[in-house]
């Protein structure tokens, strides 16, 4: 499968995305790490990034890997994950 035709990020370095089938209409897209790791012999470890409704057009964000979250904005996402970052106002000054 691939990825919806507006999805706007980029893998970062040493990272793919994979999406597979979540539900009828609900895709799951994962972010892949290619680094080796011991503790899975050297696989690859996936992280869910988010869901997409191909029916409402929407991304969602992930509670676990099995349960579809909030719809989410693209443009708030990140190419690591599409959970939102809840700052203070101290901390939303200085991450711009």
Not at 9 to 22: L, S
């Amino acid at each position: 499968m691939n990825l919806p035709e507006d999805f706007p990020h980029q893998p970062p370095e040493n990272y793919t995305y994979e999406v597979t089938e979540f539900k009828r209409n609900t895709l799951a897209i994962w972010c892949c790490n290619h680094s080796k790791f011991n503790y899975n012999g050297g696989d690859v470890a996936k992280t869910i990034w988010g869901f997409y409704d191909t029916k409402k057009r929407q991304y969602h964000a992930p509670i676990n890997s099995k349960k579809v979250g909030a719809v989410v904005d693209i443009s708030t996402t990140r190419s690591y994950t599409a959970m939102t970052i809840n700052l203070s106002p101290l901390e939303r000054a200085f991450y711009d």
